[in-house]
């Protein structure tokens, strides 16, 4: 599903966290069940990291969370307490961003997915998920 990249905006609710990301106009997003996800109602699609680009003063703001593997780093806002990005498990070479926390106007299609977080090693084997973290060549 790539498509040209474009440049989304987005970040958390109070506005202290802003990002720029690089990504299709056309995503496949993930609604996760996995027991941090589900209690969120997070779902999110992910980029390579070098796509990803915190704004202004946007880290001052920022604290993490991390639980089980330590490998995701759940990152939410100090003041508003919104995620609207964070390293993902599956793709810690990646930034999830949150589908709700973009700034309107430049999506043109989203395909939500279901990622199976209760079953993770299984439904990570079987997805295709690690790819969306690649920079794939278009040559």
Known sequence: MESELVLHNGGCHCKKVRWKVQAPTSVIAWKCNCSDCSMRGNVHFVVPH???????????????????????????????????FYT??????????????LDPGTLSHVEIRHADGKNWEDFFHRSGIALQSKIHSTK
């Open 88 to 101: 993902p498990r599956s793709n810690p070479d990646g930034i999830a961003v949150t589908l709700a926390c």
């Open 50 to 84: 070098q796509r990803f680009e915190l704004l202004g003063d946007s880290d001052q703001f920022i604290t993490t969370y991390t639980f089980g593997t330590h490998t995701a780093k759940h990152t939410f806002c100090k003041v508003c307490g919104i995620t609207s």
